[in-house]
């Protein structure tokens, strides 16, 4: 077991640990925001046939030679083709279809003239342009074509994913899995949020944070509840995580003497593969696996609200989002101008809470101020992570700094860009 | 009625037609990504008592001048306190009592010495250095006064805040009401995913990518289902959806002759503020509403499946931001350099489906390509929406451009940022 390591190092660690869950078959109407686990080939062409792409005439171009505003050319308008009809019979010279958009082209014609430029008199119509030929008629296939790989797999689904695969005729579609987390606090001062929080006892928020960071990724939380200080219960609590993919443990505030979470972890067969991350909030966590596979990823994070949500972002997200077959794992990271002089004892990397605005252009970072891992509220004050790096000790006003956006809603906009 | 408005006048239509919803009680649990009607004002202070920071020994700074590497100072070790735990008795002179990070500071004790400055010696420790008074002692308050407003009405709630809540003891909360949006969609040649597609007829993907687009922004969509052209059948679904907050009808892609929905909405005793908008894709937009506020707003969208999800997009996806409490309505604008020269007639402004990159510090637009808007598989390959300005006639490579970011995983980093 490595201790102590840089946080890069443990990201690598847990990223090579974790697979990409297989596939599952899912109602391609409930598909939105799942990852695809196979390429989506076309058994359709789309459309089907040379259409109409506006409202109009279907034509013969040979027929309107010389047709203008003061000389216009006179056609027998012998039928009309609406979109999911068909032209009854080839057009002949001196004929005409009206047709309308999405109507399939009639046989004969070769180009569409928008009612723009035509007035309708009776069963006839005036025609005051020369078209060129295919003129407003979208091709058969323009979209899609039979046998066309559609969508890739490790596509994200969105919207227009979900109009394709209905457009397809694909009520089903296959999509990677979803992570299954267990999570479990462990402390005798920990209560339910129903419980009674007299006598120094608290709520174990970070089970009600961690099950919101895992939903917000797309994974599915259970909340195994909270363990005593005792290696039974918490075996028994840890147990029942075991059929997860991911089993978080986090602390009761209280480490030292009073953590039992290593040794039962190593007794079910978990190997740690390390513990202790050079960072702030956020130093002792502890990530182990059982021996091939035969169990979940285990996480044993820090006890105070901030450190484990901190934690969470830096090593657990970034495993849910590989497993679930997506290809960028992280947050987005932008670059800010620091706004206040920042300073720190060299040795282990700290994660600042920040908010972030826009200025001019640019986008300034400030502290959201008392950093203490137990100030939770601070969290939701914050836009951003700062990275201030292990061997740095200060950070001058107006320096440029990497900040993770945790709080997505920031780059929303209050103007619509028109 | 106004006819052939500009974008920016048809959004302020809607937008200033679009009330925000009343709330709801929902639980905690569930409310991630719903939004605060009214602030939670705390009836707790966290942490409640002073507490440790830290594992070590709680003493009396007095106890303790002169300690030093070279000559300890040895205190017996009288008692111990876990976090939610608390003190026997307070200490006196001579004493120190063994604390757990979290665990209250016992009476008599005014500081708290870190284990590594200590060693403990049967039951008695050794402390080696002079602390500060209150040094590694959280403050009762320190996150959380009773009294408080902890979190202000028209909050987004994340996991942080859903911590908070469970730390307040707080199961319920009051959140906006989230919009149900009907969607119905209108023409003799539309069939359902299932349905047969030869002949011409298509599925009426609208439907499918404009529920989706509703779920993705956190509103409820209801599908009506497939009008036939006839004024009847149409009616008889659009009263199906007037218990909706926003009616959704998209047109079959026929327009023109073939269009009953606007004489049937005003049979229905819709009025319409505008018809037709300067914009591509998705000039023949409607939208209405019904006097005294009895009735859903009402938008007719253009049946092609890009115009449907752009216009979307620019008045329906702010609309439901706007009901649902947020207040940053419009999707991330994000200035980028054009890869290519673009150009188009004057008149209309032009929404151009592109793809964005990231490439030396900076966003990169390119066009996705063919921009009909019968293309729908272009909307799956776009990151954006790019604004061709409705006077603009050309627009150069390298030119600076405003780009609406659809596909937020855009902004998802494939580097963790350390």
Redesign the interface.
């Known amino acids: 077991m490595k201790v102590g390591i840089s946080?890069?190092e443990a990201?690598q660690i847990v990223l090579d640990a974790c697979q990409v869950l297989g596939c599952e078959t899912v109602a391609?109407?409930d598909a939105?925001?799942r990852v695809l686990a196979a390429p989506v080939i076309s058994r359709?062409t789309?459309?089907?046939?040379d259409?109409s792409?506006m409202?109009g005439y279907a034509v013969r171009v040979e027929d309107l030679s010389g047709a203008s505003e003061s000389a216009p050319v006179e056609l027998f308008v012998v039928y009309e083709v609406?979109?999911?009809?068909?032209g009854e019979r080839p057009l002949i010279a001196g004929e005409a279809a009206r047709i309308?958009?999405?109507?399939?082209i009639p046989p004969g014609a070769d180009t569409v003239v928008v009612?723009e430029d035509t007035s309708a008199r009776g069963d006839k119509v005036e025609i005051r342009i020369v078209p060129q030929p295919g003129e407003n008629i979208?091709e058969a296939g323009?979209?899609?074509r039979r046998g066309d790989a559609?969508?890739e797999a490790g596509?994200?689904l969105?919207?227009?994913?979900?109009?394709?695969?209905?457009?397809?005729?694909?009520?089903l579609v296959q999509v990677h899995q979803r992570p299954i987390v267990a999570i479990l606090s462990g402390?005798?001062?920990?209560v339910d949020?129903?419980?009674d929080?007299a006598?120094?006892?608290?709520?174990?928020?970070?089970?009600?944070?961690?099950?919101?960071?895992c939903?917000?990724v797309g994974a599915e939380p259970i909340n195994l509840g909270i363990a005593r200080?005792s290696p039974e219960d918490l075996e028994r609590l840890l147990r029942n995580g075991l059929r997860a993919d991911f089993l978080v443990s986090s602390a009761?505030?209280?480490?030292?003497?009073?953590d039992y979470v290593r040794p039962v972890l190593e007794k079910l067969g978990c190997r740690l593969l390390f513990w202790g991350v050079l960072m702030k909030p956020g130093y002792p966590l502890a990530f182990g696996r059982f021996e091939q596979g035969e169990g979940p990823l285990v996480f044993g994070l820090p006890?105070?609200?901030v450190s484990a949500?901190v934690t969470f972002e830096?090593y657990i997200r970034?495993a849910i989002r590989k497993a679930t077959g997506?290809?960028?794992?992280?947050?987005?990271?932008v670059?800010a101008r620091l706004t206040e002089t920042l300073t720190k004892k060299a040795g282990r990397?700290h994660f600042v809470r920040v908010q972030l605005a826009e200025r001019n252009?640019r986008i300034e970072a400030t502290s959201t101020g008392?950093q203490?891992s137990?100030?939770?509220?601070s969290?939701?004050l914050?836009h951003g992570l700062m990275?201030f790096?292990a061997d740095a000790t200060e950070m001058k006003a107006g320096a440029e700094v990497?900040?993770?956006?945790i709080?997505?809603?920031f780059?929303?906009?209050?103007?619509?860009?028109?």
């Not at 309308?100 to 399939?104: I, Y």
């Not at 402390?187 to 920990?190: A, M, R």
């Not at 780059?411 to 028109?418: L, P």
Request: aromatic share 4%; net charge negative; glycine share 14%.
């Open positions: 946080v890069a990201q391609s109407v939105l925001g359709r789309l459309p089907p046939a259409c792409a409202d609406a979109a999911g009809g068909k309308f958009t999405g109507a399939p009612q979208r323009e979209d899609i559609v969508l596509t994200l969105g919207p227009a994913h979900l109009g394709v695969l209905a457009s397809l005729g694909r009520s402390g005798d001062e920990l949020p129903d419980g929080a006598g120094g006892r608290i709520v174990s928020s970070n089970t009600y944070s961690l099950a919101a960071q939903r917000e200080d009761g505030v209280s480490v030292g003497d009073h006890g105070n609200p949500m830096q970034p997506h290809s960028a794992w992280f947050r987005p990271v670059r990397l252009g008392n203490s137990g100030v939770l509220r969290m939701t914050a990275v790096p990497c900040v993770q956006v709080d997505e809603q780059f929303a906009s209050t103007e619509s860009g028109v």
